[in-house]
């Protein structure tokens, strides 16, 4: 991939905020009291926590006071590039219905709009903040664990979860939530759909990042072998291998994701049509 740095203006870097580390004065039963006293007023007394830079807001976090490696910092700045790129091919697809929103770097733990968002679980985007979770440890493991190295493979992941942000944006994410809510046995399937859906629209901009003479204008490239290093990463994190990898035997009604061929199937429609309209993964079978 060819890409340039940028202004760090897609990314709200976190990774210097430790959880919890001076912020315990408080304590259990404190909480619980602020808690209590916020469910019964109705106002939300546990901001306070915030504004004291107790347990979740220190601002050293995102003053750049942290420790990092010159290559981590690089990455820092990929993500970024990657991010406008996908963010700006979004907003040529979408216009005034799509709106930006950014990746949250965080290491180890972080407290987001949807609960505590743990490295162990992966990247994720939360509806509730509309915001995009990452913790660049993740990319080395995309590489040594899953067996998916490559910048390709980072970015994938990256607009795959965009792909979600999408997803709440125009309204589907709402109606899979509803069905989900109506029927408890739909709720596996819809779920791979919809992840099956976020896989193709990361396709939809590899399309767009396909095109030739993009890095000289400052927009990020693909080069030789990035697609492939893509559908490498789809494959790998598929649910059937997922299981696989944990001992376990592969049980498709525990499938929230897909399988490693639906992955690839469907970023594959994404990337070769660059059309978000070909990525119903809704209509007839998954497959
Ligand atoms: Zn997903």
Known sequence: MRWTSGDRSNVEDY???????????????????LLLLSWATGTNFLSL????GDVSNDPAGS???????????????????????????????LASRYSRTSVV????????GCGLGESATGPFYCPQDSRVYLDLGFFQELSERFGAPGDFARAYVIAHEVGHHVQRLTGIEARVRAAQGDDPRAVNPLSVRL???ADCFAGVWGHTASQQGRSARG?????????????QAAASIGDDRLQR?????????????????QRVE?????????????????AGNTQ
């Open 105 to 112: 770097l965080f290491r180890d733990a972080i407290q987001s």
């Open 219 to 231: 927009q990020v490239e693909l080069e030789p072998g990035d697609v492939e290093e893509g559908l």
């Open 15 to 33: 990774r210097g905020r430790r959880m919890g580390g001076r912020g315990m004065s408080v304590g259990l039963g404190g909480f619980v009291v």
């Open 245 to 261: 990898m944990s001992g376990g035997r592969v049980a498709p009604e525990r499938f929230t994701h897909g399988t490693s061929a």
């Open 266 to 282: 469907w970023f594959r429609r994404g990337l070769t049509s660059g059309q978000p309209d070909a990525c119903d993964t809704f």
């Open 63 to 93: 003053s750049g006071s942290v420790a990092s490696s010159p290559a981590e910092e690089q990455q820092v700045d990929f993500v970024d590039a990657v991010m406008k790129d996908i963010q700006d091919t979004w907003s040529g697809l």
């Open 195 to 197: 992840e099956l859906q």
């Open 49 to 52: 926590l915030d504004s004291t």
